[in-house]
């Protein structure tokens, strides 16, 4: 079973920048999404960014210019560098992890606290 933990997280100032990161324990083959989510003060988890197994990479309208996911596939790791940070990016963030082929499952970490403000 693939385990995902996230690192990174923390207070900054507006217009500051962060880097999370998140450990992927066991091989993930086939097509899949690997990304973030985020938890504000409601309910709901937002989309933030992910990227493909082909490499592929999607952004929140919210996020876009300000935040770039990458993996390092020797290490198993999918970082997110936010970069303009704002005090709505609050949140507590999720890696996530949705595979289709060969086989169909998701995987949530256990969220990251980002606090930005002065």
């Known amino acids: 079973q693939v385990q995902l933990v996230e690192s990174g997280g923390g207070l900054v100032q507006p217009g500051g920048s962060l880097r999370l990161s998140c450990a992927v324990s066991g091989n993930i083959v086939g097509i899949y999404l690997l990304g973030w989510y985020r938890q504000g003060t409601g309910n709901q988890r937002d989309f933030v960014a992910h990227?493909?197994?082909?490499?592929?990479?999607n952004y929140a309208d919210s996020v876009k210019g300000r935040f770039t996911i990458s993996r390092d596939g020797a290490n198993n790791l999918v970082h997110l560098q936010m970069n303009s940070l704002k005090s709505e990016d609050t949140a507590v963030y999720y890696c996530?992890?949705?595979?289709?082929?060969?086989?169909?499952?998701?995987?949530w970490g256990q969220g990251t606290q980002v606090t930005v403000s002065s």
């Open positions: 990227i493909s197994s082909s490499g592929g990479t």
């Open positions: 996530n992890l949705r595979a289709t082929w060969p086989s169909a499952f998701e995987s």
